[in-house]
């Protein structure tokens, strides 16, 4: 079962080490959301070595450390910063300090990964886009909903394959459980989340680049609203769009923050996908009615249907790719253009959204 809490949700996979002990050294900033823990253990499991841990609040430093207590705690980024054997930074800041602070890690020689959204603004993504050609440091975000979901791992695979021919539609619906008590202020100022589809719909936009193979697309309509939420103004917490892809893929996408409290986990996540010769569903975190489990997948194709039950089974291979690009200087795990293409998408779906309610 995934859990109840999306904000601290933090998926452990296989052990697959790419390095050696001490090859491969990272630290861990700005705990400001919880999928900073995702991230530690997609790293670990690969075969990096976390160093530090920094952040200005004791409590949330105190917290990392019960669950990675191999971190020694740094007294400021700058000691971070300054040790050559630190290559990664790994951060989930406030979304509208994730840009500036990535800046400042790769200006330092290092390279980063931030929890997604990694702009809020085309500024912050021009801005970003120098410094990385500046720098020569690779930026990594981390779209969990399909980095960090075996379901969607074998998805990916089984259309590298050509088991459903190409591609021709993808929906996708990414629902997540509010908790409005427990979020911090931040989470209801829209300067510093960035609106709805830049922040959980970003993990939609990149999926449609991903499996339909398209390096560019159009973001055709989108709509945001405040259905429930009237004490929150600046909330948003539903969200769609439809985007259509360079050679002719379509995609929409819904998001929300409409989870009900009686679900076993914190949002049913689905991803519905035709292709020429057959379609594959993704149930990502729950079968709902029938299994509290995730990573369902199922495929229709002429040769008939078939059930796949994956937990467990797959592993999560971005991690050590990127371990790799970062050693090698490749891009294996994802292009730096992919990640600014998403990234650009998700922003223009935002400025585009007519407010619905």
Request: glycine share 10%; net charge negative.
């Amino acid at each position: 079962m995934a859990g109840k809490d999306g904000m601290n949700y933090a998926p452990k996979g296989k052990v697959n080490k790419v390095v050696e002990a001490g090859a491969f050294t990272f630290a861990a900033v700005a705990l400001d959301h919880g999928h900073i823990n995702g991230m530690t253990n997609g790293l670990l499991e690969a075969g990096a070595t976390l160093k530090w841990v920094y952040d200005p609040d004791h409590d949330k430093v105190e917290a990392y450390r019960k669950q990675f207590p191999q971190a020694n705690v740094a007294d400021s980024i700058d000691q971070i910063l300054t040790d050559s054997e630190v290559r990664l930074v790994a951060a989930a800041a406030i979304p509208n300090m994730r840009s500036a602070l990535g800046n400042r890690v790769m200006q330092a020689g290092k390279d980063y990964f931030t929890d997604k959204t990694a702009f809020t603004t085309m500024d912050q993504l021009n801005e970003t886009k120098r410094i990385v050609n500046e720098t020569g440091q690779k930026l990594w975000v981390y779209f969990s909903e399909r980095l960090h979901v075996e379901g969607a791992v074998f998805a990916g695979q089984l259309i590298n394959e050509g088991v459903i021919g190409e591609l021709v539609q993808l929906t996708g619906f990414g629902p997540h459980r509010l908790d409005k008590d427990k979020r911090p202020d931040w989470f209801f100022n829209k300067e510093q989340y960035g609106g709805i589809l830049c922040d959980i719909g970003s993990h939609q936009i990149e999926q449609l680049l991903y499996f339909t193979k398209n390096t560019d697309a159009e973001v055709l309509h989108s709509k945001v609203g405040n259905y429930a939420n009237s004490d929150k103004p600046e909330l948003e917490d539903y969200g769609d769009a439809t985007l259509v892809g360079e050679n002719g893929a379509s995609f929409i996408f819904k998001v929300d923050w409409f989870t009900p409290d009686g679900l076993s986990t914190w949002g049913d996540g689905r991803l519905f996908i035709t292709g020429t010769k057959g379609t594959i569903e993704v149930r990502k975190y729950v079968d709902v009615a029938r299994e509290e489990s995730g990573d369902h997948v199922y495929v229709v194709t002429s040769e008939g249907e078939k059930h796949y039950s994956v937990s467990g089974e797959v592993g999560f291979p971005f991690f050590g790719e990127m371990i790799k690009d970062c050693l090698n200087r490749t891009e294996h795990a994802m292009t730096q253009a992919h990640i600014f293409k998403a990234q650009e998408l998700c922003l223009i779906a935002q400025e585009k959204a007519e407010r619905l309610i």
